[in-house]
């Protein structure tokens, strides 16, 4: 395995890697979060673009995916400088895609004035999990409630086909996906620490048993849907998927101290690291990279283990010798997506979190 040097250090396995890298971390973020609202935002409608080059974007403004990147970025951001007010913008862009629908409350795909779309369950439970963050952080009951509100939406899709599990969009019962189940489970652990209702961990664990039963692969990695009219398994491997889990597993592990789910956590980190890291890169999807490494960080804070986050280190440094354009935008190709800036927003805050306690 290979781990480049860089700005953040001296290699991954050296004890002295992350030496000065928060002071970059923190200066990249802060220069990425000035662009990201140079480029995308526009003031007079609170909203988003989808990518820089406007005038080629299929719509107006953004699709509701980027926002819930930006939003965990924010309070990611905000979790460094709690007075800032990162969110707040965000927020009120998110807004303007809230619907009721069937009676259910949720945030539609587009801007529902503008004519709204589908409603995806795991772009809901993004949403959901940084109110909920935003809540442990704050203990403003606006987020719970708008978690809460979430949970509700996401159980809607919720039955017994193939014996549980949550589906992708509503209305669409065609597959069942790790990236709907595994925020699912997050989203009621979260919920359960924040009010130790028993209802929200037996959730948890209802979707938890029923993702790793038809959907983990034999190393840990999570494959990506199970069709529900054949129970046909697609999969292909995504960095998110692996990091919800990995994720839940390190929660669990902390709400129970069953050391089993710690085991299964670090098994995970493990069989992650060695499918997608390769060459000192993860793949070219920084927010579904963002989502495992959300992952390493809960499970360092457990176990002390740098070597997963070391690797970021080194992904961060790759992005920007090869990946910026001119105006300081990241992606892999041409033309740079919210999408992108945001994933990488939120790793230069976590990494930035890093030298504060201590890497």
Not at 102 to 119: F, H, L, N, P
Not at 213 to 238: M, S, V
Not at 324 to 339: F, T
Request: aromatic share 14%.
């Amino acid at each position: 395995m290979f781990f480049a040097l860089g700005v953040f250090g001296q290699g991954v396995g050296s004890d002295r890697a992350g030496a000065g890298m928060a002071d970059a971390a923190s200066v990249r973020m802060q220069a990425l979060n000035e662009r990201i609202y140079k480029y995308y935002y526009d003031h007079a409608s609170g909203l988003f673009t989808e990518t820089n080059n406007k005038d080629a974007d299929e719509k107006p403004n953004s699709y509701l995916w980027p926002l819930c990147a930006l939003l965990q970025a924010a309070n990611e951001m905000e979790v460094l400088q709690p007075r800032g007010r990162y969110m707040e913008p965000v927020m009120a862009a998110i807004d303007k895609y809230y619907s009721l629908k069937g009676g259910i409350a949720g945030y539609d795909s587009y801007v529902v004035k503008q004519g709204g779309g589908d409603r995806f369950y795991d772009d809901n439970q993004w949403i959901g999990l940084a109110y909920i963050d935003g809540y442990d952080r704050t203990k403003k009951k606006v987020f719970l409630r708008k978690a809460v509100e979430i949970y509700r939406f996401m159980m809607s899709g919720f039955d017994t086909v193939t014996g549980g599990g949550l589906y992708w969009k509503e209305g669409d019962h065609s597959t069942k996906n790790t990236c709907s189940n595994g925020p699912g489970v997050l989203l009621a652990l979260k919920l359960y620490k924040a009010t130790k209702e028993r209802s929200y961990l037996d959730t948890a664990l209802v979707l938890y048993d029923w993702t790793n039963k038809w959907l983990q692969g034999p190393d840990g990695t999570y494959y990506d849907n199970i069709k529900t009219k054949d129970r046909k398994i697609a999969k292909r491997l995504y960095t998110y998927n692996t990091g919800t889990m990995l994720q839940a597993n390190v929660i669990l592990f902390t709400i129970t101290g069953e050391k089993k789910y710690l085991a299964e956590a670090q098994r995970q980190a493990a069989a992650s690291l060695d499918e997608f890291f390769r060459g000192g890169r993860f793949p070219d999807n920084y927010w579904f990279n963002a989502v495992l490494m959300r992952g390493y960080q809960d499970l360092y804070r457990v176990d002390g283990n740098k070597v997963y986050l070391r690797a970021f280190m080194s992904d961060v440094d790759g992005i920007y010798k090869t990946e910026m354009n001119e105006q300081g935008l990241a992606g892999p190709r041409p033309v740079k997506k919210l999408l992108d800036q945001a994933g990488l927003l939120e790793i230069l805050a976590r990494l930035a979190w890093l030298q504060k306690e201590g890497f």
